[in-house]
């Protein structure tokens, strides 16, 4: 059953519409403790190709996310890639038409009173944190979010800018262990040129809540210790994933759901929150999260429950990865919920 939420999840309070009102504005502990629970929109508009359908997906359509809200979601992440409708050589200029598609989307989450993420996603081929493309890297990016902070100005801040999804260095042993100090260190500086460009741009972007990665996206203690946040800005939130653990998540595994597997997962989430919310006063988006197909259906129902209502009572938003493929919930073509009873779960387990 489709679950009615509005009275347990208010719609976001500026998403009518569009317009400059800096009364509007709140802190991002607040913003996240409206909104609570989101879906991603995976393999997508960040295909690693001009053709995005070319993952299987269709594009996004007004369907689709109506549907998304209609299940009970409120907030919407629209991971991007931007490598093939972005110039490589200064100015770096983005394909009206791409900002255009993108816009599309991201009106259809505001027409459902959505709030909506939009970042930059498989972009590794150019986003490289080492000291020979660094500089490269952070100009590219700086022109990026300057071009996208000017283009969705007007946007209240419904609307949130990610600057990176997983900014790592591919293929080097600790590509997904937290990576080398000097990695951690280059993903400060992009970070930095984008927050800064986002902020140079003026309007509701002065203020626009935006997040942040660490090495990869990753929970290990280098990753988390090392991340600065750019000039100590207070409406930066903290952009996490935990596929906890991995070998269940990710994984073909036989179950999940013993006291032990409960206890690991509630020791993972307290670590972050401990880390960000109670040490560092920041507020912590789980930008990606889930299970896989091959997995038994109750051990996935007992793990999205479990994991999204721990999630909640710690004030960690969740936004669960539906990718059209292994890790998917929804059928993009035929319109339909390949698994319901899992979406359900994650809503209600997160009120």
């Known amino acids: 059953m489709i679950p009615e939420m509005e009275e347990d999840f208010p719609p976001p309070r500026t998403s009518t ?15 996240i403790s409206e909104i609570r629970v989101g879906s991603n929109q995976r393999n997508s508009i960040d295909v690693i190709s001009r053709d995005k359908t070319a993952w299987g997906n269709p594009v996004p359509s007004k369907s689709i996310i109506d549907a998304v809200k209609a299940m009970g979601f409120n907030t919407l992440r629209i991971p991007i890639t931007w490598a093939f409708n972005q110039s490589e050589t200064s100015p770096f200029t983005i394909e009206s038409e791409y900002l255009g598609r993108i816009k599309k989307v991201v009106d259809y ?26 500089e490269y890297a952070k100009e590219r990016l700086a022109s990026l979010w300057t071009q996208v902070g000017n283009y969705f100005m007007e946007y209240n801040d419904s609307l949130i800018f990610e600057t990176l999804n997983e900014p790592r260095l591919e293929g080097i042993p600790e590509e997904w262990s937290g990576g080398t100090a000097e990695g951690r260190g280059y ?6 040129a984008s927050v800064d460009a986002i902020r140079a741009t003026g309007g509701n972007n002065l203020k626009r809540h935006i997040m942040i990665s660490t090495w990869a996206a990753s929970t290990v203690d280098a990753a988390m210790n090392d991340l600065v946040i750019p000039n100590d800005d207070p409406k930066v939130i903290i952009s996490l994933h935990t596929y906890f653990p991995w070998t269940f998540a990710g994984e073909a595994a036989t179950s999940w759901g013993s006291a032990q597997d409960k206890q690991n997962l509630q020791n993972e989430l307290e670590r972050i929150r401990q880390k960000w919310i109670v040490e560092e006063g920041r507020p912590v988006i789980l930008g990606e999260w889930g299970t896989i197909e091959a997995n038994p259906i109750q051990s996935r129902l007992d793990y999205a429950g479990f994991y999204a209502s721990e999630a909640a009572k710690r004030d960690l938003l969740t936004i669960v990865l539906d990718d059209g493929g292994m890790f998917g919930l929804y059928d993009r073509h035929n319109l339909s919920w390949d698994y319901s009873n899992i979406a359900s779960t994650i809503v209600n387990a997160s009120k």
């Not at 009364?23 to 991002?28: A, D, G, N, V, W």
């Not at 027409?111 to 972009?123: A, K, L, P, S, W």
């Not at 993903?187 to 930095?192: L, R, S, T, W, Y």
């Open 17 to 31: 519409g569009t317009g400059i009102d800096a009364s509007l504005y709140i802190s991002s502990f607040k913003q």
């Open 187 to 192: 993903i400060n500086d992009f970070h930095k």
């Open 109 to 134: 989450g505001f027409q459902n009173n959505m709030h909506v993420i939009i970042n930059v996603h498989h972009d590794n081929e150019w986003v490289k944190p080492n000291n020979d493309e660094a």
